[in-house]
């Protein structure tokens, strides 16, 4: 497998490692996965998920470019005066501009939580993005705003945890902040289920929509408590799936993906869904 690193943005400060197609179809490949930082976690990717897909998607035809930006990894902090809002976004259009010199003309821009952000924030408006895959993005589960995530990871795994009982009858569970978690998520439960889902509908149907104008494909992964908060709302969710916006649930994996069953898994689908985006845009130039 041939890799090889380049310097990215005008004073090729940024570092990125980039894996060439390799597979069928790899000479007339112009399609591109765009694997971000998650967090600050460098170019690897968590538990080397971003090598591994790599060399998943280079076997298949699909280039990839493993990318730090600035000031995580291999990559300097960015000198010039690029205001620090605008960098991420930014940096994606430097690395897409190397790319371009390299024969590639669509992108698929890959984020697990951080990244999954930067990734929505770089996508709209730019048609060059063919496909967008967001990993675990979306609000805190730990925040106190959203309590149905802390109840669902209560219920659907403590309580089926023996270790998380004994902790409970050892007194090493703090029992005023469960039962007051519990009871906030029953409240807003009861209030959100009238509510909830029609304005979950409107509002992603809408982003959807607009990433369906442009042409973009999206891939929603959840896993963890993002995933067993993803399952309150699974019938709203089935409806706004079309050819191009599709969810994936992992309920029983972790937020980073350390189980290499689920690494696996993962990896399988998304090069699946990217494969797809390809045969999409062949048959749009047709």
């Given amino acids: 497998m ?4 380049v310097l990215l943005g005008p004073a090729r400060s940024s570092v990125g490692v ?15 996965v765009l694997c971000l930082n998650a967090g600050l976690v460098h170019h690897v990717g968590p538990h080397r998920m971003h090598v591994l897909l790599a060399r998943a998607l280079a076997a298949r035809g699909i280039h990839c470019l493993r990318l730090d930006q600035s000031g995580i990894g291999d990559s300097a902090v960015r000198a010039d005066d690029t205001p620090v809002e605008e960098i991420p976004v930014r940096e994606i259009e430097e690395a ?12 698929i821009l890959f984020g697990i939580c951080s990244g999954a952000v930067t990734a929505a924030k770089a996508v709209l408006g730019n ?16 925040a106190d705003v959203d309590p149905q995530y ?9 309580a089926r945890n023996p270790r998380a009982w004994k ?15 519990l009871a906030a998520a029953a409240v807003q439960l009861l209030r959100l289920r009238f509510r909830a889902g029609a304005s979950l509908e409107t509002g992603l149907g809408q982003v959807i929509r607009e990433f369906e104008n442009q042409g973009t494909s999206v891939l929603m992964v ?24 599709k969810i994936l649930s992992y309920p029983d994996t972790d937020h980073l993906f350390a189980s290499l069953t689920a690494q696996r898994q993962l990896i399988e689908q998304v090069c699946l869904w990217s494969e797809a985006v390809v045969n999409r845009g062949a048959r749009d130039a047709g």
């Fill in 222 to 245: 959840a896993s963890d408590r993002h995933a067993q908060f993803f399952e309150l709302y699974r019938k709203t969710l089935d409806k706004l799936e079309n050819d191009y916006f």
């Fill in 150 to 158: 802390a109840a669902q990871f209560y219920l659907k795994s403590s």
């Fill in 18 to 32: 980039f894996t060439p197609a390799s597979g069928a179809g790899a000479e007339q490949s112009d399609l591109a």
């Fill in 2 to 5: 041939f890799e090889e690193t």
């Fill in 167 to 181: 902790n409970l009858f050892t007194g090493r569970v703090r029992i005023l902040k469960l039962v007051k978690t």
């Fill in 127 to 142: 048609s060059k993005i063919a496909g967008i895959v967001m990993v675990n993005t979306g609000a805190d589960p730990n």
């Fill in 96 to 107: 897409i501009s190397e790319l371009e010199s390299r024969g590639c003309h669509r992108f």
